[in-house]
């Protein structure tokens, strides 16, 4: 019996023999992991995704992107999917009638375990610990708001999650978005040529990552720290923690009293 081809067995209709561009409609794929945007602006994807790492894996299958183009459910002649604040206020707030069908459309070919996401300000801050539990789902179906913000009936009908990512506001969710996709996408089995260097980043164990040096030893009168080139790897393995450990102290007291928490747990 012959070899199977790399991606035999996953997709679940026959793929076109026609070269795609990474933004075309494709084969859906069995096991890829399937990441959704509902979005005013699809031709901002896959912008940086499509790049490097993310990129390659979306080439390979690894994982789909598909946007949903809210303007298309949008009311009236000019596909209208705002209006005002309810009681007053000023701009303009997402329409639910709108909303809503955008998802339902969304959802009809997403598993049910994907999460719905709404990237927003007044959310729960994303981690690099959101961005394993992700991985671990199916995929995920994301939401960028824009204008004023999405009427709250939408959010409490179908139990949507908000996200924020930083302190700070934005004009939609488009760059948010990217940004959980990428965090997301780099931790899916395949996507990193090393696995383990997952291990040894930033807030990974609750920590910042240590300094890295690479060659030449010896640059603008700078030397590597001796102990990189000892070869004594446990000696190596502490030098790391202690400077990592230094680095959380001094740069996050907020993660430094998490981690020490947790120690004395």
């Known amino acids: 019996m012959s070899t199977p081809t790399k991606s035999h067995g996953r997709k679940t209709i026959r793929p076109s023999l026609t070269p795609r561009d990474l933004m075309e409609p494709a084969p859906d794929l069995a096991r890829a992991w399937r990441a959704q945007v509902i979005t005013l602006f ?47 206020g000023a701009g303009m707030v997402l329409r639910p009638d709108v909303m809503a069908a955008a998802i339902e459309t969304a959802r009809a070919t997403q598993n049910r375990a994907a999460p719905l996401i709404y990237l927003s300000p007044r959310g729960r801050p994303f981690t690099q610990g959101m961005a394993r539990d992700l991985a671990q789902r199916p995929g995920a179906t994301l939401i960028c708001g824009r204008f004023e913000g999405l009427d709250q009936r939408v959010i409490d009908r179908y139990d949507i999650t908000e996200v924020s990512m930083g302190d700070y506001v934005l004009t939609g969710g488009e760059l948010p978005a990217q940004v959980l996709l990428d965090a997301t996408v780099r931790l899916l089995p395949g996507v990193l040529g090393n696995a383990e260097s997952t291990e040894e ?65």
């Open 42 to 88: 699809p031709e901002a994807f896959p912008g940086i995704l499509g790049m490097s790492l993310t990129g390659k894996a979306l080439k390979d299958g690894l994982w789909q992107l598909q946007t949903v183009p809210l303007r298309s459910f949008g009311e009236g002649k000019h596909r209208n999917v705002d209006d005002t604040p309810t009681g007053g």
């Open 201 to 265: 980043e930033s807030f990974s164990h609750g920590l910042l990552e240590h300094p890295q040096y690479t060659r030449p030893s010896d640059w603008a009168g700078e030397k590597v720290p001796d102990v990189l080139l000892s070869g004594n790897h446990g000696e190596i393995a502490k030098w790391r923690r202690a400077q990592a450990e230094a680095l959380t102290r001094d740069r996050r007291p907020d993660l430094w009293d998490a981690f020490q928490a947790r120690k004395n747990d």
